[in-house]
Structures are given as C-alpha cells and as structure tokens.
C-alpha cells in the first residue's frame, strides 16, 4: 500500500478499510504500509474516530462499537452523573412556561425532568415511566400539577414506552420542544438507538415537534446502535460536555442547528 502520493483521504479510506476487514489495525502497521510518519498515521486515526468510523485504541484502532445491548435504567442512572447534571440544567433553560414539552426515555432526559418541576403551567408529554412517575410524585403542595400524558406501549429496559401505539398517541399530538436522548451518534449514522421500536417511536417525537433538543454526553459519540432515527441536520439543538472530542465538536456544530457544550467537563 505504500505510496507517498497517497492523499490524506484516500490513506484514510484504506485504513477504514483495512478495520472493517480485519477488525483492528496496528500504527506501526499502517506506518510501514504507508511510508509515512507515526504522527501522520495517528492524526489519521484521530479523523476517523472522531468521524465514528473507528476507535482509538492503545497502540492503534478497532471497529467503532455498534452495540445492541442497553444497560438498564437503573444502571445508567449511575454513569456520567455530573456531566448529565450539566446537560440537564442547559436544556431546562431553554423551557418556557406553559409550553407542551415532549421528554423521550432515559436517564438524561429524567435529569432534564427533575429540572423541570418548578416551570409553571407545563403539559408535558413522555414515554419515560420514570419520569411520568417523577412529575406525579413530587407535585408542590397547593400547586397547579403540570398535565403528564403517557404515551403507552411497550416498556424497554430503559422504562421507555415504545412501539405502534406510543407511535399512534405521538402523532395525535404536538410538542412545542423535544428533548431527547441517544443511545449514539455518529457523523454518518445519525442518532441511533439499540432497538428498532425505540427507533420508530423517536421517529414519531421527531415529526411532532417543533424544536428537537438532543442531550447526549461525550461518550456517546462513536456509538452506534442497531438503527438510526435521526439525522444530524433534523436536530435544532445539540446539548453536550466539554469531554465531547474537537473533532466530534465540529462535526456536530456543522451538523445541528445549535452546539451546546457545557462549561464544565465530565468527571
């Protein structure tokens, strides 16, 4: 493969090439068959990985994780809880009172949720039992409670009501905002969830809103779920922390109507 002619885009289209085939490419490897520097071949590896076509591993690069496993609610609930925190509280600012906010499942839009308990005069839609639960249970006393319609379906792992007739009440309605989750995201792949119901019924959020707010922390960038529901130019604003990679950062403040990063960085 050695070629000093090589463009920069071609030699990253063969080492995209060679992970796919091969499942994992060496540095050295790619320093030898192109014949060109270690620090050449790592700005590469940084382009692609930033793109979500690979991932960056010691010494080198593997596939870009395409997972259809979830962990449950629960569990997430534990995982970038100060990044989640940051996210939340950026995209609650951007509710208004008396608007119909749409919240997909998942624990970051749960955050966002409990940030959304003193906003008055909300009518709130979801398919998130979680957060349905949160908006009933923690109602101020001698306080108007917002009006909570839960879509209905079937639950997934991550207490999310999903399928044909989440789908069906989705589209009966209108949302002023959606503030949804992602399972990834990926310049080529969009946002992507690890099941095709879930996918479908984010699908419905997506055609019923007016403003799509994605929440979605730095490690999601990269992941890629069993099916895509959204591209990046369908979202008008994108809420992320400051662990979210340059590369990736550019991409989606090209991609989405508004980037959003967080001031402080996941811990």
Same mark, same amino acid.
């Given at each position: 493969?050695?070629?000093?002619?090589?463009?920069?885009?071609?030699?990253?289209?063969?080492?995209?090439?060679?992970?796919?085939?091969?499942?994992? %490419?060496? =540095?050295?490897?790619?320093?030898?068959?192109?014949?060109?520097?270690?620090?050449?071949?790592?700005?590469?590896?940084?382009?692609?990985?930033?793109?979500?076509?690979?991932? +960056?591993?010691?010494?080198?690069?593997?596939?870009?994780?395409?997972?259809?496993?979830?962990?449950?609610?629960?569990? +997430? $609930? @534990?995982?970038?809880?100060?990044?989640?925190?940051?996210?939340?509280?950026?995209?609650?600012?951007?509710?208004?009172?008396? !608007? %119909?906010?749409?919240?997909?499942?998942?624990?970051?839009?749960?955050? %966002?949720?409990?940030?959304?308990?003193?906003?008055?005069?909300? @009518?709130?839609?979801?398919? !998130?039992?979680? *957060?349905?639960?949160?908006?009933?249970?923690?109602?101020?006393?001698?306080?108007?409670?917002?009006?909570?319609?839960? @879509?209905?379906?079937?639950?997934?792992?991550?207490?999310?009501?999903?399928?044909? %007739?989440?789908?069906?009440? *989705?589209?009966?309605?209108?949302?002023?905002?959606?503030?949804?989750? @992602?399972?990834? =995201?990926?310049?080529?792949?969009?946002?992507?969830?690890?099941?095709?119901?879930? $996918?479908?019924?984010?699908?419905?959020?997506?055609?019923?809103?007016?403003?799509?707010?994605? =929440?979605?922390?730095?490690?999601?960038?990269?992941?890629?779920?069993? $099916?895509?529901?959204?591209?990046?130019?369908?979202?008008?604003?994108?809420?992320?922390?400051?662990?979210?990679?340059?590369?990736?950062?550019?991409?989606?403040?090209?991609?989405?109507?508004?980037?959003?990063? =967080?001031? $402080?960085?996941? +811990?």
């Amino acid at each position: 493969m050695a070629d000093q002619g090589l463009l920069a885009q071609q030699r990253r289209a063969l080492i995209v090439e060679s992970v796919r085939r091969d499942g994992a %490419v060496r =540095v050295a490897d790619l320093v030898a068959a192109f014949d060109v520097s270690d620090m050449t071949i790592r700005r590469d590896l940084d382009v692609l990985a930033g793109k979500g076509l690979l991932e +960056k591993v010691h010494g080198g690069a593997v596939t870009a994780s395409r997972s259809t496993e979830e962990p449950g609610f629960d569990a +997430k $609930s @534990t995982l970038e809880s100060t990044a989640k925190a940051e996210i939340a509280a950026a995209a609650a600012g951007l509710v208004r009172p008396g !608007s %119909v906010v749409a919240l997909g499942g998942g624990t970051t839009t749960y955050a %966002v949720a409990k940030r959304l308990l003193g906003i008055p005069d909300l @009518t709130i839609l979801t398919n !998130s039992l979680p *957060i349905e639960v949160l908006f009933r249970s923690h109602a101020a006393p001698g306080a108007q409670a917002p009006v909570v319609l839960l @879509t209905g379906g079937s639950s997934t792992r991550s207490q999310a009501l999903v399928g044909p %007739v989440a789908e069906h009440t *989705i589209m009966s309605l209108h949302a002023d905002q959606l503030i949804l989750g @992602t399972h990834g =995201v990926t310049e080529e792949e969009g946002l992507t969830s690890p099941g095709l119901a879930e $996918s479908q019924t984010n699908r419905a959020f997506i055609a019923r809103a007016r403003q799509v707010v994605v =929440v979605a922390d730095h490690t999601k960038w990269g992941a890629i779920g069993l $099916s895509s529901f959204a591209r990046l130019d369908q979202v008008g604003c994108f809420i992320t922390d400051a662990g979210m990679p340059p590369d990736a950062q550019s991409v989606l403040a090209e991609g989405v109507g508004e980037l959003v990063v =967080v001031d $402080s960085p996941a +811990k």
